[in-house]
T-cell receptor, first 113, second 115 residues
């Protein structure tokens, strides 16, 4: 069955520390992978996406993610977290030729001053 | 461009009442989606549409109906609201083309409470 797993429900980091949010997927074909961020009371904003090519993808707000096919992972990273990064982060997967996407359950990030 | 807009932003209903949520997009996208978001469950697809006049069921369609009479609008209806439908509802749209067009764009959400 197709699925997306975000194993960390909550993560707390100090401002200035590095961040890694995990995402694992189970998807038969080559996936399209996405990370979205949702601030409280807001909609989802696309951070970055992977379709093909370079497996290290750069996104907005200083985020990057690396697609590792052998590990079925697409982890999101940021070298130095800012207080404004506190939000909920969603990983999603889709593929060419389909209309649907599967979303993970989200990771809520708290940033300590 | 306004992108994807949703009305209303908030609504409180009593059990058994009906209502319609409106989603509008000005990007000329072919595909449109309705999701619901519940704590700890991520986003779940209710219904989607691959073009004007066509709709299809998603993961959790029961209790909802949709219509896509115009390309830019996608309506989500609750005929007889139940407390289990208390949720935040998001609309999204995307282009038909594969590749870069595979990206979904989301509206700001509608927070619905059913008492």
């Amino acid at each position: 069955a197709q699925s997306v797993t975000q194993p960390d429900i909550h993560i707390t980091v100090s401002e200035g520390a590095s961040l890694e949010l995990r995402c694992n997927y189970s998807y038969g074909a080559t996936p399209y992978l996405f990370w979205y961020v949702q601030s409280p009371g807001q909609g989802l904003q696309l951070l970055l996406k992977y379709f093909s090519g370079d497996t290290l993808v750069q996104g907005i707000k200083g985020f990057e993610a690396e697609f590792k096919r052998s590990q079925s992972s697409f982890n999101l990273r940021k070298p130095s977290v800012h207080w404004s990064d506190a939000a909920e982060y969603f990983c999603a997967v889709g593929r060419s030729g389909t209309y649907k996407y599967i979303f993970g359950t989200g990771t809520r990030l708290k940033v300590l001053a | 461009n306004a992108g994807v807009t949703q009305t209303p932003k908030f609504r409180v209903l009593k059990t058994g009442q009906s209502m319609t949520l409106l989603c509008a997009q000005d990007m000329n996208h072919e595909y449109m989606y309705w999701y619901r978001q519940d704590p700890g469950m991520g986003l779940r697809l209710i219904h989607y549409s691959v073009g004007e006049g066509t709709t299809a069921k998603g993961e959790v369609p029961d209790g909802y109906n949709v219509s896509r009479l115009k390309k830019q609008n996608f309506l989500l209806g609750l005929e007889s609201a139940a407390p289990s439908q208390t949720s935040v509802y998001f609309c999204a749209s995307r282009e038909r083309l594969a590749g870069e067009g595979n990206t979904q764009y989301f509206g700001p959400g509608t927070r619905l409470t059913v008492l």
